[in-house]
């Protein structure tokens, strides 16, 4: 049994290794980050060729979005800047959208759009595409192949997302734990630390944020995280605003701390251990009515604070966009803190049963109560979560939100299945893990009896102590290390404690690897709005791989005034085209006609009718070269026939431009 702890220490560090290393393998997928908002039109579109310069790019986005004054550029095929960089508003009701002028005199050529954003959700968007005036071009111009929010910034800021969920997680559910679960824990040192960490995590991560907010959203340089002009334009949106908030709320916090782990944790009583070292013992000197109030108020105060925290998640990211952003803000801030509640709480429950021989069984079953009570909120606030950002079966299994959200389900599962081992363990703990003072001399009772049984037949031998006083000490410390070696022996033979510890610390590691998920989903695009935008892009225009050929029935109402067209239009791209026109009488024979013409419109874009005038190259055919389509999207083509000098008819069919 002695070698078990060495073993198991191991355990530990192979079982922490691995899920660092899941970690960083989570993190690295998570940039770039996905975000809600997402371009969908533009004018010109991608790849459209126009006959005249435009005297504007306009972009529309899907939800709204926060610009600045160099979000979009406009570059000529030499590289030029091609805009006047004045940003334009041009939002009307629920569509959003923004623009730039245009020089004049603009030569012919290929034009690219840069553009960048940050969404409503608080996560950086970027993209470019092209156009063309007159035809297309080679151009210098090369695209960014990282997207906003990607590289060395974006893996930093993504790391610092994650201990910021971490440090949360650790100060509101230490902090839970102790008020909550074991009162008189709030004088154990580890405990102290565990949650003291948790705040210096929280604090130094929302500073790093701060800091790497403009680059992460802008340049993607990680030297501009000094650069006090971005911070100050940082300061104006609304996640700067979170973050500082959160800044000035753990301030309160280090008060909070210092008084759960001062007045709070006073001293006692102690009694000393066979490894030399001092234990509180209940005070029965103190007012139990002060106790309580003093309990009362850091409950409250501390409640407080930590849901004002947890707030500045929910006001800045996904809960704040979307659909119901009053009910789901609200319900966010109640999965936080349930989630604070249940890990933090699994978090010190491990460091006391590790460092802190003497928590009482009540303790551990108390803590169960509260993690029960925690998965039933994040049940609740899960499915209401979970519809709202996927909205479908199909985006559950067919969009990356979906199926990360999968995976957290099932990680939760494994660990609600885990904590059910746990409360077993619980139930058969009894009253092996006793108060303190009980605990303490069970300890020195095992230990004495080892130490009657190691000097069975061994002769006394008498120590003399050394006049030197630091050698006096040594001897002390070599004596108290050997007592605290044994005392852990004892301590972890009790298979009770040691098959708790071991359910828990899995609990632990199940934990990590969950927060890791939860704060990959948190910077993914949800499943909803995914979908929708799949589904914009499927009802758009389809791309034809062929040429079209429509055949288009007509009657000018005169005599021999009825037949069929057929069109045709090569290769019907955006751009240049052959257009082709014959005209045939019902009985299949070729018709002849005085005038023959076509014009496109597109509706939807209040565009035309641009007018094509084919020429006549033999009896019942036109033809027409180099005809200008300027964007792909659904066209409306009129076909005007005349037979006679007052027999004519126009005729409208849509076709589809790739």
């Known amino acids: 049994m002695p070698a078990t702890a060495p073993r198991f220490g191991a355990a530990v560090i192979r079982l922490l290794l691995i899920t660092t290393a899941l970690l960083g393998t989570l ?86 759009v840069a553009w960048q954003a940050v969404s409503a959700d608080s996560h950086p968007i970027s993209g470019a595409f092209t156009f063309s005036i ?23 800021y993504g790391i610092a997302r994650y201990t910021s969920y971490a440090g949360f997680i650790l100060l509101v559910g230490g902090a839970a734990f102790v008020l909550a679960c074991w009162q008189r824990g709030a004088g154990e040192r580890p405990l102290q630390r565990l949650v003291v960490q948790g705040w210096i995590t929280l604090t130094a991560s929302t500073l790093v944020m701060l800091l790497l907010r403009a680059p992460y959203t802008g340049s993607g340089k990680l030297a501009d995280a000094f650069d006090l002009s971005g911070l100050k334009a940082v300061l104006d949106t609304k996640t700067g605003a979170s973050l500082v908030s959160r800044l000035l709320l753990l301030g309160a916090g280090a008060l909070f701390v210092a008084v759960l782990f001062g007045a709070y944790a006073r001293p006692s009583p102690t009694t000393t251990l066979p490894d030399g070292a001092s234990r509180r013992l209940p005070d029965s000197s103190e007012d139990p009515k002060e106790k309580k109030d003093l309990t009362f108020g850091l409950a409250l105060g501390g409640g407080v604070l930590a849901a004002g925290v947890a707030a500045t ?17 609200p319900v966010d801030v109640l999965h936080l803190l349930a989630v604070a509640a249940w890990l ?50 199909s985006a559950l299994t067919g ?21 059910w081992l746990s409360r077993r ?43 030197d006083p630091a050698r006096a000490a040594q001897l002390a410390r070599q004596k108290a290390a050997v007592a605290t070696a044994r005392v852990k022996r004892v301590r972890d033979a009790d298979p009770e404690r040691l098959g708790l510890r071991r359910s828990v610390l899995a609990e632990a590691g199940v934990a990590v690897v969950l927060l890791a998920v939860t704060t990959v989903l948190t910077s993914t695009e949800p499943g909803r709005t995914e979908e929708k935008e799949v589904a ?13 050929d429509i055949r288009i029935p007509f009657d000018t109402g005169g005599e021999d005034g009825k037949g069929t067209a057929r069109v045709e239009l090569d290769p019907a791209r955006s751009g240049s085209n052959g257009l082709h026109v014959w005209l045939e009488r019902p009985n299949g024979r070729v018709m002849d006609a005085p005038e023959v013409k076509v014009a496109f419109t597109h509706n939807e874009k209040e565009i035309g009718p641009l007018p094509a005038i084919p020429d006549r190259v033999a009896s019942g055919h036109w033809s027409a070269n180099g005809v200008q389509i300027p964007m792909p999207g659904t066209w409306e083509l009129e076909l005007t026939v005349r037979t006679s000098d007052i027999d ?11």
């Open 344 to 393: 933090g709480g699994l978090a010190a429950l491990l460091v006391a049963l590790y460092r802190t021989p003497g928590i009482e069984s009540t303790a551990v079953r108390r803590f169960s109560r509260v993690a029960f009570a925690s998965v039933v909120v994040l049940a609740a606030t899960g499915v209401y979560q979970s519809w709202r950002q996927v909205g479908s079966w």
């Open 313 to 329: 998640w929910a006001l800045s990211e996904h809960a704040s966009t979307g659909l119901q952003p009053g009910i789901a803000m």
């Open 536 to 548: 914009r892009a499927e009802t758009s225009t389809a791309v034809p791989d062929r040429p079209i």
């Open 27 to 112: 993190l690295a997928g998570a940039a770039p980050a996905s975000a809600h908002a997402a371009l969908t039109g533009s004018n010109p579109k991608d790849g459209a060729v126009v006959a005249t310069a435009p005297k504007h790019v306009t972009l529309t986005f899907s939800e709204q979005i926060a610009l600045g004054d160099d979000s979009i550029r406009v570059l000529e095929p030499s590289g030029k800047r091609a805009d006047t960089g004045e940003l334009r508003n041009m939002c009307s009701g629920n569509v959003v959208k923004y623009g730039v002028p245009l020089h004049s005199g603009l030569p012919d050529g290929t034009y690219t």
């Open 399 to 419: 969009t990356a939100y979906g199926q990360l959200l999968l995976v957290k389900v099932g990680l939760v599962a494994v660990l609600v299945g885990i904590a």
């Open 648 to 658: 004519q008819v126009t005729v409208k069919k849509n076709v589809k431009i790739g």
């Open 425 to 467: 363990w619980t139930g058969r703990l009894a009253e092996t893990v006793a108060p303190e003072a009980e605990a303490a001399a069970l300890i020195e009772q095992r230990a004495g009896a080892e130490d009657e049984s190691e000097g069975e037949g061994e002769a006394a031998e008498a120590v003399t102590v050394p006049a």
């Open 134 to 156: 007159g035809a297309p071009s080679k151009t210098t111009v090369e695209v960014p192949e990282q997207a906003a929010g990607g590289g060395l910034v974006g893996a930093l």
